[in-house]
DNA sequence: CCGCCGCCATGACATGGATCAAAGAATAAA
DNA sequence: TTTATTCTTTGATCCATGTCATGGCGGCGG
C-alpha cells in the first residue's frame, strides 16, 4: 500500500549505504528504466528536468529501516532497484505487512505530517528521495503530475480492496495462490517473463503480508508443490505449473 | 473504502426512490451540512457554483444497490445522508465489505472505466450525483479541487492500511472494539456526540467488514456487554462504559 | 573445513472462530 | 391483532490454522 507507481530509474552505482548524493549533471530520468510505469511517464521534459533538480538517489542494504512509522515524513520515496516492505506493528509485535514495493512504485505519503507505517529493505535497494516540500510546490505547478499522482493513488485504492477481500475472506491456499498470481502481474507489468516468478521475501514477510504464519505458508508451499501446482526454483523462484489452475484456486473457483 | 470525504448535503425532501432532479435554482450547497468535511471546503464560491451546475440529488430506500462491481463508472456520488456499505464478493458468494459511507463521504471511483466493488444502501439514503467527465473536466479546471480529492485518497489510503492491520492480525474482539472505536471516531468529525454510538448496519454486515460471522459478532457483543465495556441501547445504539478500555482492547494492549 | 545462525520444513497438538442447528426478538405484512 | 419473515442470540461441535517443538539445510565467519 502507498506504493503508486512513479519512478524512474538508473543503474545502482557504487553509493555506500544510506549515502545519497545530488542526481548530478547527467539527465537520471532520462536511463530510467521504470519511467514507463510512473507519473513520469506523463511528464514533458520541461517537468522531468524539474522533477530530476530535487532528487537525490540512494542505496541501502537489506534489512534497512528506511524510515519508522511515527516519523516526520520529509521525504518521498521512489523504488528504483530492489523490494522494499511497509508494514504496520501492534504493540504486542503482531505484524502487518501492508506491501512489497518493486521497482517504480513510490512511498511515503503521508496524512498528518508523521509516516504511518515502517519502510523496510527487503534486498539491497536503490531509492530516489524526493523532498516532500519541494515535491508539493512542484506538484502545485504541474496539475498534470498532480492528476498523475491522483489516479495511481486511485489504483493503490483498488490494490487495497482487493487486499482487503484477501484478508478478510480468502483461505491460506487462496491467499498464496493470489500471491504468487499478484507476484506474476506485477513482473509483467515490468516487462518481465510472468512465469517463473521471483519472491524475494522471506516466509515469514509472506506470512505478514497474507495475515497467516510462517508455518501455514511453508505447508502451503508444499501442498501446492505436491499438487503440481507450482514447483520451486533455484533463488527463490516459483514456477507455475498451470496459470488456469492457480487462477482458480485464486478465488476458491 | 474508496468513500473520500467530499460532500454537501441539504434536507432531504420528498424525492422517491431513485429519482433524480436537477440541483433547481436554488443553491444547494449553501444549506449543505456536511460541506465542510470535504472537498467542498476547499472551494471558492465560483467553484462550488460550478459543482452544484453539474449536480443531481438522489434518494433510495435501504438495500437499493447504486451499482455493481463491473458496471460502467459513469457517476460519481457523494452521501448527504444515510450509510452506504461498498464491498466486493468471491464467485462462491463470500463477501467483504471494504467500507460503509457516512453523510461527507465520497465515493464511485474506478481504476478503469468500471466500478471495481458493488454499492448498496444500508439505510435510506441520499446522494449526490455527479458525471464522471464532467466532474474530471472541473477537476482539471480547478487545481485545488484535484488537490484536494488527492489529499483525501491519501487519508482513504491509510485508513485502508489501518483494515489490512485488523483483517489480517486483530482477534474477534479486537476487531469489534476497533469498529466501535471507528465508528465513534467517525462521528465526532462529523459532529455528533461520540458516546452513545449508533450502529445502522446489520450483524451479517458487520461480520463482512470484519472479517468474521455473523455468530462471532453477535457472540463478541455480548461478551463485551457482559464484561460491562459496552451496553446496548435502543436504536441501534451503543454506549461505550470504558472508552480507556475500549482503546486498549482494540489493540490488544 | 567447521560451526554457528537464520531460514525453512514438518510433526504433534491446541484453539479461536467457523459451522450447524434452533430458539427468541424484532419488524413487516396481513 | 395475528402471522410471516428476517435478524439476533445462544448452544454444540468441528476444523483450518495457530502454537510449540524439532530437525535439516544453506550461507557466512572464523
Redesign the interface.
Known sequence: ??HIDFAYSRDPNGQTNGKTDPAGEIHPCSACTVRTLTVCAALEAEELRRLAEILQTTRFDAGHTVFGEGDPAETLYNVTSGTVKVY?L???G???I?GFLLPGDFFG???NDSY??TAETVTPVSLCRFPRRRMEAL??EF?KM??R??SM??????A??????L????TAKEKICSFLLLLSQRASRRGHKTNPVHVPMSRADIA?Y??LTTETVSRTFTQLKTSRVISLLEGNKVQIQDMDDLLDLA???
Open positions: 500500500m502507498t504496520k501492534l504493540p504486542d503482531r505484524r502487518q501492508t505519503l503521508s496524512v504511518a507505517y506538484l502545485d496539475p498532480q492528476r499522482l491522483f493513488a486511485s489504483n493503490e485504492l483498488a487495497a480492496q482487493d487486499q482487503m477481500l484478508l478478510g475472506r480468502k505478514d497474507l495475515g478465488e476458491g473457483a
